[in-house]
DNA sequence: TGTACATCAGTGAACGCGCGTTCACTGATGTAC
DNA sequence: TGTACATCAGTGAACGCGCGTTCACTGATGTAC
């Protein structure tokens, strides 16, 4: 069994690939995602990744998956971190802060990733309730914090309704503006700071 | 000069490439944008843009410039309707609902339009400020309104500073996601109303 | 324990697609004398 | 007013690119007897 010599059969290809595709986007977005790119950074023929993967859309949704993955793990380390209030109706004001700083935390740190992710996200069905009833982790964060908010005395039933779209539209606008727009390219402290104004700034308007 | 038959000179080619164009990126999006098509939607060979453009990009950014121009017209004139109270720093306040609503509007009476306008405007260098020290013409109608409600007394200097962000990011944001994201295809009535409270959201949040 | 053989995971070559762009050209226009 | 000729605006064919996908194949693995 020579370790020099690459065996015929791979191993863990299919895993091998989902690596590739990874890193491919990390670097180059959404679009540098291409099945011949893929299987040649793999260093394998093609076709090989139709054992593993029925079609190029196949392929981009597991991506598209294990981002999205990363984007829920790194909103919900973010909204533990800045829950740090011992009064509950501050902690949970401060939950629905970590869950916007996250999103665009994470948007900021793998710009990559993001685009992937919101794309075939928001290519899903209609959006945020896919079609079976489910909706995207991200979404559903903001949701319970929201709830949270109200069962914790933060934020009245009235002004609970339609809450989400001001604070969705707030961090996925930031995120966007901060990765491809007018900011793009500004220094990380700087968007902290920014990022900190748009969140607050939305919560004092909802309240 | 028989009238059925077309002549070898088109008359106006220039014009009529860009007519094409915006066609296809109403239609098809940014992306729809290419060479080969817009000249065959004229009827014309390839090559025979290259008479009138040096390249696609040039092509692109000049279809780009166009689209920009309506979006601004759009926001010009919403910017005017919703400008209705007779009280000064009021009239402000609804000079900036206004210039917010209208971006929103233009984005979803034309998504095409709007993707290709957000893409390009954002390319060109690193956004907001372009290299020359130019502000293109939708954020400067931002600032020029944020600064009339500091001159009207509608905002304090204090809160102007970096209003713009919070309202850039939810109008954009909104857009967006009334665009391509999980409100995509909802019915306008609805669009409108949750237009109407985000802008209404940040405004309060800034005040 | 050894051997036949089905199954699986890869290869290599090719197809067809639409793209942007370039080449050498030709038909039409307009200007100078 | 007529004619030579430069200039301009288009044509037609071709190039090379990278893509997703399909075809017939072959090398390796594992299982049944």
Not at 13 to 32: F, K, N, Q, S
Request: glycine residues 10%; negative net charge; charged residues 25%.
């Amino acid at each position: 069994m020579p370790v020099t010599s690459r065996p015929y059969h791979h191993g863990d290809l299919r895993t091998a690939l989902l690596d590739a595709g990874l890193a491919l986007v990390r670097e180059g977005g959404a679009d540098a995602l291409a099945l011949r790119e893929v299987t040649r950074s793999v260093g394998v023929s093609p076709n090989a990744a139709y054992r593993h993967f029925a079609d190029l859309r196949t392929l981009r949704f597991a991506v598209a998956g294990i981002v999205q993955e990363r984007l829920a793990q790194t909103m919900q380390r973010r909204r533990d971190d800045e829950c740090r209030s011992s009064d509950r109706a501050e902690a949970s004001v401060q939950r629905l802060r970590g869950v916007g700083l996250g999103y665009i935390e994470f948007a900021i740190a793998e710009p990559g990733w993001y685009e992937l992710a919101i794309l075939t996200h928001d290519d899903g069905e209609n959006g945020a309730v896919t079609t079976d009833g489910t909706v995207p982790p991200p979404f559903a964060m903001l949701l319970a914090a929201l709830d949270g908010m109200v069962e914790d005395g933060a934020l009245t039933a009235e002004r609970r309704a339609h809450a989400e779209w001001p604070c969705w539209s707030s961090v996925h606008g930031f995120a966007d503006i901060a990765t491809r727009g007018p900011l793009k390219g500004q220094p990380r402290l700087m968007l902290d700071a920014l990022a900190g104004v748009v969140v607050d700034t939305v919560i004092a308007g909802l309240r």
